[in-house]
């Protein structure tokens, strides 16, 4: 079965960094394009980032654009969403999510697993 597990939350200072990781499973992870979403406290899901499935292109919500950075490593099955000068309201509860299909735009995308979620928080 699709097992999606997040790792690397925690506490960060407003402008520092956190990376992200997804371990993927029970799927051809390199067929799908994936995502990255969050819900803050009291708030719906936002979807943060997606990527393609080989990798060639990216997409942002404007608000985390030059600051958050997704990749992914196809031979290890694995999402990653590097973030940078984190600001308190990117505090919430960070999900990896898998795209029905290989590619996907802002408008365009198909989630259809998600995993349990990591917390971080911006707190000084």
């Known amino acids: 079965q699709v097992q999606l597990v997040e790792s690397g939350g925690g506490l960060a200072h407003p402008g520092g960094s956190l990376r992200l990781s997804c371990a993927a499973s029970?799927?051809?992870?390199?067929?799908?394009?994936m995502s990255w979403a969050r819900q803050a406290p009291g708030k719906g899901f936002e979807w943060v980032a997606g990527?393609?499935?080989?990798?060639?292109?990216?997409y942002y919500i404007d608000s985390v654009k030059g600051r958050f950075s997704i990749s992914r490593d196809n031979t290890k099955n694995a999402l990653y969403l590097q973030m940078t000068n984190l600001k308190p309201e990117d505090t919430g509860r960070y999900f990896c999510?898998?795209?029905?299909?290989?590619?996907?735009?802002?408008?365009?995308?198909?989630?259809?697993?998600w995993g349990a979620g990591i917390q971080v928080t911006v707190s000084s």
């Open positions: 990527i393609w499935r080989d990798g060639s292109n990216t």
């Open positions: 999510v898998k795209d029905k299909a290989g590619i996907l735009t802002p408008s365009t995308y198909v989630h259809d697993y």
């Open positions: 029970g799927f051809t992870f390199s067929s799908f394009a």
